[in-house]
């Protein structure tokens, strides 16, 4: 298993208990549809969020390259 599977798997199992487990086993009320719709909600929001955030970082976006030429000058411009 490659060593950036494991944070993946173990944010998944979290937010899996948080939005499957937890809305199962809530006690019952007049409001447990509801808690329960949050709860789904909030961790399917916020694993993709941070699924979004952690694989950003893998492979991140870059600013323009530029050539040796346009550095010397902006340089020499830009004192």
């Not at 993946?8 to 979290?14: A, D, E, K, S």
């Not at 399917?44 to 976006?61: A, G, R, T």
């Not at 390259?65 to 830009?78: E, P, S």
Request: contains cysteine; proline residues 8%.
């Amino acid at each position: 298993m490659a060593a950036s599977a494991i944070p993946i798997i173990l944010m998944t199992l979290f937010w899996g208990l948080v939005g499957i487990v937890l809305p199962i086993v809530l006690p019952k009320g007049p409001n447990k549809s509801l808690t329960q719709c949050v709860l789904i909600i909030t961790a399917v929001s916020c694993w993709l969020f941070w699924l979004c955030c952690y694989m950003h970082q893998m492979n991140p976006l870059v600013g323009p390259t530029l050539h040796n030429t346009t550095v010397v000058a902006l340089r020499k411009l830009w004192g």
